[in-house]
């Protein structure tokens, strides 16, 4: 990922003076946000499959400017998470906020503005804590919320305790960045969370321990990691045109994927365990298969921008990719990702995430004056009920 630490301070101390929307704002725009330096005769239109538009699988429900979804730079876009159809989970300047889509209330989870340290103490774990902590990137499932940091700081809370859990720092070197960090279930059933640095790292910890498993060097920052259903392997995107398919408890490279030209920054396994999605900077989305990985199966055209986002619903029956502004595009899988509906809206998008039962999609939106977040509900048809009215 590009180094922008003299952009990131100036972020930093915007903030601290109350206008950081506007001045990041500024920013954002002044680079051509989401566009790669490449032209668009070099990303082999020809070769991204022709698409249905039309869909209508998630219906409008509500557009909630009580919360307003903010990021700090503008290729990390992991900053929504839905742990149910009801509950969401989001950044908003220096506070992670809970928002709850039943009751319209929202409530701070976590403040990072000032000093945070851990409750607990577990080795390893940085008991001083960290101050103004920079979120570049967050992640929740179940009881679990993980931050990551500019710094490489990892802080660690479980929801249904008080305090932090955990704090550590990934590396002290200058680009030590946190990228993405996935949270999972071991075979074992013990909660592990992984990270993907800037400094070329993958970092696996136990959180039923609290400490470092794994770690995986890499010739490049990365950027995203996936782990695959069955815990085998792991989907390796970053500045590489390349990613890499690795074995998960090796970390040895299993077959390289080769088809994306600019540097990629989401990755995504569906359900089946045979297929994953990566987004890149060339504008695409790859969807690839590990029975055949000679080429991808799919490549999927954004509209304007950079794919920062991809996810899967947990049924397998869609898949959603997010530009960096304006369109979140959902695939109906069963498909063959020949259909699609088109979600268009104004605003650069924080964060997109289904709830895990799939009723409902979440959009985070970052505008200094409309800034707020999408809720979309899926769309059913209950033919056997209408047959009633």
Known sequence: MSRYHEDVDEMADAYEMGDGEDDMDEELRGRGMGDSDSEDEEYGQSECKSTEKGGMYYEFWRNTRAV???ILHFQLRNLVWATSKHDVYLMSNY?????SALSCQKSEIMNVSGHVAPSEKHPGSLLEGFSQTQVSTLA????????GGFQGELICKYLDREGISFCCRTTYEDNAITNAVEIYNSPSGAVHFMASNNDCGVRDFDMEKFQLCKHF???????HTSLSPNGKLLVIVGDNPEGVLVDSHTGKTVHELQGHIDFSFASAWHPDGFTFATGNQDKTCRVWDVRNLSKSVAALRG????IRSIRFTSDGQFMAMAEPADFVHVFDVRSGY??????????????ISFSPDTEALFVGVWDRTYGSLLQYNRRRNYSYLDSLL
Do not use: R
Request: hydrophobic fraction near 40%; charge should be neutral; aromatic fraction near 12%.
């Open 68 to 70: 307003k979804s903010t």
């Open 95 to 99: 506070s992670v906020l809970h928002w």
């Open 140 to 147: 929740v499932k179940d009881k679990l919320l993980v931050a």
């Open 217 to 223: 060097p890499f010739p490049w920052p990365v950027n």
């Open 303 to 306: 509209n304007l921008g950079a």
């Open 338 to 351: 020949n259909k699609q509906q088109e979600l268009d809206f104004f605003g650069e998008i924080s964060g």
